[in-house]
């Protein structure tokens, strides 16, 4: 059985979160970390790194066992085309970055610390979806005034 890439990210994501979290409101973990780093942006930076390097260890393991047929993993694929994983980190930044906006996290109820800490944690997984895919940031193609990037009409092919 393959195991999408989709399937692959988000069990993974889910799972880091998840684990995270745990280890930080059910261990003596959160409060170690309070009482060693007391300014709340110094923590959220730290859980962000965290999360970050974990991140982008386990996506380079991942396409190294895609790469050399290891494991049941395969790329993630819509209609044929192959999306990359920066996608998935772009589409994490923008919901970190609207939440931040709207201040969620922000306060000092449990729910808010809560918040703040998902949020950390889901800005590092994002920034490392895209960062390990950064020398794509250098050859995307300008589509939106070639043939490439023009709607083809009914019966008329599109140049390849």
Same mark, same amino acid.
């Given at each position: ?5 989709? /399937? =692959?990210? !988000? ?5 880091? %979160? ?5 280890? &930080?409101?059910? $261990?003596?973990v959160g409060h170690i970390i309070r009482q060693t780093i007391?300014? #709340?942006?110094? #923590? ?8 970050? +390097?974990?991140? +982008?260890?386990?996506? #380079? @393991?991942?396409?190294?066992? =895609?790469?050399?047929?290891i494991g049941p993993f395969q790329y993630v694929t819509m ?6 994983? @920066? /996608?998935?980190?772009? &589409? ?16 000092? $109820? *449990?729910?808010s610390i809560f918040a703040s800490r998902l949020m950390s ?8 979806? %895209?960062?390990?895919?950064?020398? !794509?940031? !250098?050859? &995307?193609?300008? /589509? ?5 990037? #023009? ?7 599109? *140049?390849?």
């Amino acid at each position: 059985m393959h195991w999408s890439g989709e /399937v =692959i990210l !988000l069990v993974f994501i889910a799972a880091v %979160t998840a684990i995270m979290l745990l280890l &930080l409101h059910l $261990t003596n973990v959160g409060h170690i970390i309070r009482q060693t780093i007391p300014d #709340r942006p110094h #923590r959220r930076n730290f859980l962000a790194s965290i999360s970050f +390097f974990i991140t +982008f260890l386990a996506v #380079r @393991l991942l396409v190294a066992s =895609i790469q050399h047929h290891i494991g049941p993993f395969q790329y993630v694929t819509m209609g044929g085309r192959h999306i990359h994983h @920066l /996608v998935w980190g772009i &589409l994490i930044l923008l919901g970190v970055g609207y939440a931040y906006l709207n201040e969620v996290g922000s306060g000092d $109820t *449990p729910a808010s610390i809560f918040a703040s800490r998902l949020m950390s944690i889901l800005y590092g997984v994002g920034a490392a979806l %895209t960062l390990d895919e950064f020398a !794509l940031w !250098l050859n &995307l193609a300008n /589509v939106y005034w070639s043939p490439l990037g #023009r709607p083809v009409n009914v019966g008329q092919v599109q *140049p390849q």
